[in-house]
C-alpha cells in the first residue's frame, strides 16, 4: 500500500487520534525512500511494540502513533496482506512487470519489486475518487503535523540522535508528501516519482507511463479493491486488537 491506502487501514482498524495513526502509519515509508544512516531497515519498519512501551511509559497520550506504525508493518499491519492485492491483477501480472521497466527505467527483476508499489497507488487513486474526506484528512495532517515532536518521541523510543531523525522526517513529510499532490493521479505520480528517486537504484520515473501504469492498475482492481481493504483492516485490527487494550487498573 502507498500513503492513502495505509493511512485508511490505520484509521479504519484502530479508533483514536487520526492525525497521531495517519503519521505513524506512513513513518516506516521513510524506509527506504529517504537517505538514511539511523535506523536498521526492521528496527523501525517493524518496530511498533518498541515505540509503544517507550509511549505507554512516558507519554501514554500519544500512544496512538505506536499503534500506527504497527498499522502498517508486516508482523501485525497492512504489509502482511500486501501479496492478496499483488494476486488481483492475476494474469496481467508479467506485463505490468515489463511496463514498470519502461516507467521506472530499471530492470525486469528489479521491476518484479516495484509491482506492489503500483499495485498500492492503484488503489490510492480509487481511495482519491471515492473517500474524498479520507483525502482531506491526510491533507490536514500533513499540514499539521508537529515535525519537533514526532522527532523527539521517535528519537527517544528507538534511542537515536533527534537531529538525524528530524532530517529525515522532514524529508518525507514536507519534501516527498505535499498535501496538493493527493487530489490527482499525475499528483500520486509525482508523489511515487520523489519517492522511487531515493531508492539505492534511483529510479527515474516516466509521468506519463507511470500515470498509465496506475490507470492500469486501478481498473484491474475495481471489482476487488473494497472488498480486500476490508479484509485487510479485518486483519490489521484483529492484530492490534491486544495493542490497542488498555490494562484496566
Not at 10 to 16: M, N
Not at 51 to 71: F, H, M, T, V, W
Not at 136 to 164: M, N, P, Y
Not at 231 to 243: A, D, M, Y
Request: negative net charge; proline residues 3%.
Amino acid at each position: 500500500m502507498k500513503i492513502l491506502g495505509h493511512a485508511y487501514i490505520a484509521t479504519r482498524a484502530v479508533e483514536g487520534d487520526n492525525q497521531l495513526l495517519i503519521v505513524g502509519a506512513l513513518l516506516p515509508e521513510m524506509l527506504p525512500y529517504v537517505p538514511n544512516d539511523v535506523f536498521e531497515y526492521k528496527e523501525l519498519h517493524e518496530g511498533g511494540k518498541k515505540l509503544l512501551d517507550y509511549l505507554n511509559k512516558n507519554y501514554p497520550e500519544k500512544r496512538d502513533l505506536a499503534l500506527g506504525l504497527l498499522s502498517h508493518g508486516v508482523e501485525f499491519g497492512a504489509d502482511k496482506f500486501s501479496e492478496e492485492l499483488e494476486q488481483l491483477v492475476g494474469k496481467k501480472r508479467d506485463q505490468l512487470i515489463k511496463d514498470i521497466t519502461q516507467a521506472n527505467s530499471v530492470t525486469l527483476e528489479i521491476a518484479k519489486g516495484r509491482l506492489h508499489n503500483y499495485v498500492g497507488l492503484g488503489i490510492d487513486w480509487l481511495l482519491v475518487q471515492n473517500e474524498p474526506e479520507l483525502v482531506k484528512e491526510v491533507q490536514k495532517t500533513l499540514r499539521e503535523i508537529d515535525v519537533e515532536e514526532v522527532s523527539h518521541l521517535l528519537a527517544e523510543g528507538f534511542g537515536k540522535d533527534e537531529t538525524r531523525v528530524k532530517s529525515m522526517i522532514e524529508t518525507l513529510f514536507r519534501g516527498i508528501y505535499r498535501p496538493e499532490d493527493l487530489t490527482s493521479i499525475k499528483g500520486l505520480v509525482r508523489i511515487w516519482a520523489r519517492q522511487a528517486s531515493g531508492l539505492p537504484e534511483k529510479d527515474r520515473v516516466d509521468i506519463r507511463k507511470a500515470t498509465e501504469l496506475i490507470r492500469d492498475c486501478s481498473d484491474l482492481l475495481v471489482g476487488d479493491w473494497r472488498s480486500c481493504l476490508e479484509s485487510t483492516r479485518i486483519g490489521v485490527k484483529e492484530n492490534l486488537q491486544p495493542f490497542v487494550i488498555k490494562e484496566k487498573k
